[in-house]
């Protein structure tokens, strides 16, 4: 009971980081005392997170405390120094389930700290001293402590295992040698690891290299990221004063014409109202007369009426139309249909501009894309649902299974009319448009096809070129017909002469400029590919000859 005191006592005067009897004990704020080395050691770690804490109960401390030697803890230790005695082991130096035990300890072992190779047993800190002291045991060879010791024995002669045989691959003792390793290729295991050795120190150069390339590259993406973020924040700023001015503009523009409104109507009621005055002005005399000529009508004395009769006006003067020319009631009414006209405008001019403003944000595209598919799954992961617009369809196209499928009659479909839709050849195109990495499937019958993608701002009325798929700089389209092949572009086409079968497959990366056509089996085989640069959105598009059809059918 007297040692278990005495050793508790012990693990009291030990620092909980070292795990060993105190040295120049220090005794920080919240009352845990640690060598002074350890600690400083440990805050030095904690230095980068500006808070340094105690190991034990976790109290944080926002300054970093100044440490002074606790003396009379110093003193305590020397006198327990003294008496010759060490600390006990902490719970954690047993060995666990885990861990590599000694095996020389009796009882509860303490973990092993090296493994001899030569004796094939493991050691704690105690029992290997003799390997330090003892000149025969000097020479054996320690390594950290393993549990596979026993692997280093040949399980058929029970001999340490000093060879390597190259031949089969494998660790041989030297009884091995003679039995069944005759004539083969065989070295020392130390021969073998010299060589290995290099080997691996090759392979680590070429780790750490590429550590060092991998470290420049997480540099490089870390400065982009910081770009990014502030060329973003800089062009939302600058986008939102721009489209503040816009509508400071528009209040402004929408202020002066109510001023100028304004100040018409009250020009134009002015104008209204001088007339208006001189008109009453005038009914008011011609009242005044018209009362005169009724009491002189009404005299009786034939003298009186004679006399007064010429100062009366001559008929003609009194006769009058009205001068007052009043225009139909339209007043400021063209002037809304002028702002309708504007506002008409304005959403056009912001539709268009839209659409190259999203195509831009779109294009920002640090990173490189990945390298195109080489088989058939890896499209598959960029498929792509294609869905046709009926109110594009040529009127002798004739749409079906989900508007998935296109086939040519020679009776004229009664469609409404649309300005979308094709008025001359025999084309539609897609209602999705195609931005990044796409995958679709086309597969047709009859005399030939097109297969083609295009801008949405491609002409449809008319029967010129601009109109028509390949022939344009608004579309890319691969053609069959009558047993050739060929694509176009801008009116340019080129021979193909790769067989072209029932059923194409189309890549598309737009950001990075790449459009190919497949023949579509069981392997994918490259029809024709084009490098080039988009700079909208694009559209399927697909064109049938007389009796034919086309269908965008699902990849499996």
Known sequence: MAQQAVQLDQETFCCLICLDLLKDPVTIPCGHSYCMNCITDHWDGEDKKRVHSCPQCRKIFIQRPDLEKNTMLAALLEELKKTGLQAAPADHCYAGPEDVACDFCTGRKLKAIKSCLFCLASYCEKHLQP?????????HKLVEPSKSLQK?????HDEVMKMFCRTDQKFICNLCLPEEHKGHDTVSAAAERTERQRDLEESRGNIQQRIQDREKDVKLLQQEVEAINHSADKTVEDSEKIFTELIRLLQKRSSDVKQQIRSQQETEVSRVKDVQEKLEQEITELKRKDAELE???????????????????????????????????????????AVSELREKLQDVLRDS???????????????????????????KYSREITLDPNTAHNNMVLSEGNKKVTWM??????PSHPDRFTHFIEVLSKESLTGRSYWEVE?????????????????????????FGYNDKSWAFSYYKNTSKFGHNNIWTSISAPVPSRVGVYLD?????????????????????????????????SVFPGGSAEFCKPK
């Open 410 to 415: 020679n009776q004229r479909q009664s469609y």
């Open 354 to 380: 839209w659409t190259n403003i999203s195509l831009k944000i779109t294009e920002v595209d640090v990173l490189l894309s990945g390298p195109e598919p080489k088989n058939r799954p890896g499209f598959l």
């Open 152 to 156: 280093n024995i040949c399980s058929k």
């Open 131 to 139: 390997h330090h002291e003892v000149a025969p045991l000097k020479k």
């Open 510 to 542: 737009h950001r990075a400029g790449i459009l190919s056509f497949y023949r579509v089996s069981k392997t994918m085989t490259l029809i024709h590919r084009v490098q080039t640069r988009f700079t909208r959105p694009l559209h399927v598009g697909v």
């Open 295 to 337: 009491q002189l009508s009404h005299t009786e004395d034939h003298s009186q009426f004679l006399l007064n009769y010429p100062s009366l006006p001559a008929p003609s003067e009194l006769t009058h139309s009205s001068s007052i020319n009043i225009q139909p009631l339209r007043h400021f009414e063209d002037v809304t249909a």
């Open 444 to 468: 047709w019958s009859g005399l030939g096809v097109f297969v083609a993608v295009a801008y949405n701002n491609i002409s449809r009325a008319g029967d010129g070129n601009q109109c028509r």
